[in-house]
């Protein structure tokens, strides 16, 4: 038969923070930055517009899987943007690597890193001074392509040659 | 603002005639690392109200404390509509017949009670077919808004008795909230409890930010973000969300950051000049030291619990492989020999196994391997799952499980380490590279 138990107390202490919202981001709210990308483009028809780069230069490469190796394509490519880049001083770049979503992050990163730096690599090598060329990878954060075929792959797998004009300049 | 609860433990000493001797049969117990078990059926009868109002947060407690153990695939609830005798008083003895007629072989019975905003929960759990009582009754005392973290507590303590391992239910994930479709995707850092409960962002989603890691104490977050444009790697304080800038050297991007365990220095990869290698860095001075210098590609750094060795991802034979090397860096084993591509390596908080991601025949895998490689055993398979992360106690595994086509989604999915009971965690919205907590 069961008896009554007795409750004695031996007492810890121990603190812990119950944290509330600190107030910091309470809202889901759209902090996006926005395109605003059309302005300052200029006509393609301008052969010194950031346009006529993009369009007629061509302003990006693309790889193979796994690869950062330029093909002969893209190599001419950036030829073409080195050319223009000499021609055209006031501009300075930034190359974006991108990767496609099949690939884990962090590996990802650095493969955008790797292709970044062959497009710097052959620019500088074509006599672009090295202070107006910047690279930033993206891995696999920045898809143009949403499909997870192959056909959206190849154009995901990518340099991008971004302009800015050299206001310091 | 950031409010502090007190808890206080105090443990129910039972008077030493209130024993029953006759303990029989098998001890009350599950062994986690056995292959197939049949859940173990409980009951959880609401804890009692024992002051007027305590009545709904009583209740609640006893459904946290189910919905922890349920949550297990170790516990199968006994569900209340089945019982045939209720708790109405906590210091009563209980019928064990009762609860031996409906096969709960455990029982837990609480009482609850709210003095302003003071919460007092104290607890017991029974074996039943033994008629005793397994450990000694606990008493929790907090603020009322900690009710959760304390109906956590409980279900650690049961777990803890039951499984005779360490529990994981007072602890906490930060990971990346993921809103928009994958063009236009935003990307913000959020902190939860493990079970989804008490969402609060840490950042607003005009940078991508990627990957944050727990220190070991829980207090600081290690993050990659884009907020300069390039990505570096900041270190944020949980409890005022300030954060700062670890490492930003001009033309160099850093990533993939984790914590040395005794919390007082980061390793991450730093890229220059498109290579990636491994350095570590003293957080107070900002000193940096070089691991690895190679020009092959060198990320996803994890120390091993007691600090030595850190596991890491290289594609220095050609492809993505694991390796491991001193903390000091110098010479490094490759581990994994598998068919395939292996990445993101997490060191158990346990010490005996690595978790990681891996790639073969274009799907991915979480898989675990002892530390030396062998024993390697795939958990999950998808389209794409990666980034593991452990629950303190080293037995169930998070991940991110990102979806295939142009509507793909990320989301959190959990899985015991034996590769049972996979699921979804509950999140708010898209999420990927989740981070457990210590427990707090």
């Known amino acids: 038969m069961k008896t009554w138990t007795k409750a004695v107390l031996t007492v810890a202490a121990l603190s812990l923070a119950a944290c509330s919202n600190t107030g910091g981001f309470g809202n889901d709210d759209d902090f996006g930055t926005g395109t605003g990308a059309d302005s300052g483009l200029g006509s393609s028809a301008d052969p010194t517009s950031i346009a006529y780069f993009q369009e007629a230069v061509g302003d990006r490469v693309l790889f193979l899987v796994d690869q950062s190796t330029l093909s002969e394509q893209g190599r001419l490519t950036v030829l073409a943007q080195a050319n223009w880049l000499m021609q055209n001083p006031d501009y300075i770049a930034v190359i974006e690597g991108h990767a496609d979503e099949q690939g884990t992050r962090e590996y990802n990163l650095a493969l955008g890193a790797r292709r970044a730096s062959a497009v710097q690599e052959l620019l500088v090598t074509q006599g672009v001074a090295s202070n107006r060329i910047r690279t930033v990878s993206y891995g696999k954060e920045r898809p143009i392509e949403i499909c997870s075929e192959e056909s959206c792959y190849a154009q995901n797998r990518r340099a991008v040659t971004v302009l800015t004009a050299n206001l310091s300049g | ?440």
Do not use: C
Not at chain 2, 156 to 165: C, K, L, P
């Open chain 2, 1 to 440: 603002m950031r409010l502090f609860a007190t808890l206080v433990i105090g443990i129910l000493t039972v008077g030493h005639f209130a024993h029953p001797v006759a303990a029989q049969g098998q001890p009350l117990r599950i062994e986690i690392t056995d292959g197939v078990i049949e859940p173990m059926p409980y009951a959880v009868p609401d804890f009692v109200a024992e002051t007027p109002g305590s009545n709904q947060v009583a209740k609640d407690i006893s459904r946290v404390i189910a919905a922890d153990l349920n949550g297990t695939g170790l516990f199968r609830e006994i569900p209340a509509k089945a019982h045939i005798s209720s708790i109405t008083n906590f210091g009563s003895p209980v019928q064990f017949a009762d609860w031996k007629a409906v096969n709960a072989q455990a029982l837990i019975t609480g009482g609850v009670s709210v003095s302003g905003n003071q919460l007092e929960v104290k607890f017991r759990v029974y074996d039943v077919f033994a008629g005793t009582e397994l450990g000694n009754g606990l008493r929790f005392k907090g603020t009322t808004d900690g009710w959760r973290r304390m109906a956590h507590k409980v279900a650690d303590a049961v777990y803890a008795r039951i499984t005779g391992e360490g529990g994981y239910f007072d602890s906490r994930v930060v990971y990346v909230a993921e809103t928009g479709p994958k063009n236009n995707r935003k990307k913000r850092l959020a902190v939860m409890d493990y079970d989804g409960a008490n969402l609060q962002y840490l950042t607003d989603s005009s940078s991508i930010v990627l990957a944050p890691r727990f220190s070991p104490t829980g207090d600081r977050v290690l993050y990659t973000s884009y907020e300069t444009g390039f990505p570096q790697v900041y270190v944020l304080d949980v409890g005022s969300v300030r954060r700062k800038v670890l490492s930003n050297e001009s033309g160099t991007m850093s990533f993939a950051p984790r914590f040395s365990p005794d919390g007082k220095s980061v390793v991450m990869s730093v890229t220059e000049g498109g290579n990636t290698d491994l350095y570590k860095m003293d957080i107070a001075s900002g000193k940096r030291q070089r691991l690895t210098s190679t020009p092959s590609i060198e990320t996803a750094p994890s120390y091993s619990p007691d600090g030595s060795k850190i596991v890491f991802e290289s594609d220095r034979s050609g492809t993505q492989q694991l390796y491991v090397m001193s903390a000091s860096g110098g010479e490094a084993t490759r581990i994994s020999f598998g068919k395939g591509r292996y990445g993101t390596p997490v060191w158990s908080p346990r010490g005996d196994l690595i978790a990681f991601t891996k790639q073969n025949k274009g799907r991915f895998h979480i898989g675990v391997m002892r530390t030396d490689g062998s024993d390697e055993r795939l958990l999950t398979a998808s389209f794409l799952d990666e980034g593991p992360t452990w629950s303190p106690n080293g037995r169930v595994i998070m991940f991110t499980r990102e979806t295939r086509g142009a509507g793909g989604a990320a989301s959190l999915y959990s899985v015991d380490v034996s590769g049972r009971n996979l699921k979804p965690v509950k999140i708010n919205g898209g999420g990927s590279d989740p981070a457990w907590s210590p427990l707090q």
